[in-house]
Each structure stands twice: as structure tokens, then as C-alpha cells.
């Protein structure tokens, strides 16, 4: 399993590769011309930028500051956690 400074080292193309063997999908969310898919990978995440015209990827990052989850939690639905 690759930590985050090994998968940053990594191509684009290698990246995309790693993602969609290793990852686990956790969510997609839209930004502009952007779809972009969020994975975990191990002890850290990974998201895929696709331009939506195009279904191309465009971008690959890793990251582990979860600050960067914030634009992902503000489009979960717990409303279904909550008892009334």
C-alpha cells in the first residue's frame, strides 16, 4: 500500500491507476466543469478531477488534511441518523 509522499511522487496517469485499483470510492461531487470522485486509500484520500463535458480526468491529488473533506460534508444527508 502506498502512503501519500509515494503517491504524490507519482504520474497522473500512475496516480488514476492507483486510485481505481487500491481506493475505495467514497463520493462524487460537482464544482463547475468539474465531476470530481473522492476515494481512501489507506490512511489517506485521493480525488479524481473529470471535466464533465469530456469524461476525461484532468487531475489527481492526494491528501490527508481533512479540511479538505469539508466540501464533501456539506452534501451528506443525515437526516437519516437523526431519531425524532
Not at 23 to 35: H, K, M, N, T
Not at 36 to 42: C, D, E, K, P, S
Amino acid at each position: 500500500m502506498f502512503n501519500i509522499v509515494q503517491f504524490n511522487r507519482c504520474n497522473q496517469e500512475q496516480k488514476v491507476a492507483l486510485v481505481l485499483d487500491q481506493g475505495q470510492f467514497i463520493q462524487i461531487r460537482v464544482s463547475g466543469d468539474y465531476s470530481i470522485v473522492l476515494y481512501a486509500i489507506g490512511k489517506f484520500y485521493a480525488e479524481i478531477w473529470y471535466k464533465t463535458a469530456t469524461s476525461k480526468f484532468f487531475m489527481v491529488r492526494g491528501f490527508s488534511n481533512q479540511d479538505m473533506l469539508d466540501p464533501y460534508l456539506e452534501t451528506i444527508d443525515l437526516t437519516q441518523l437523526i431519531d425524532y
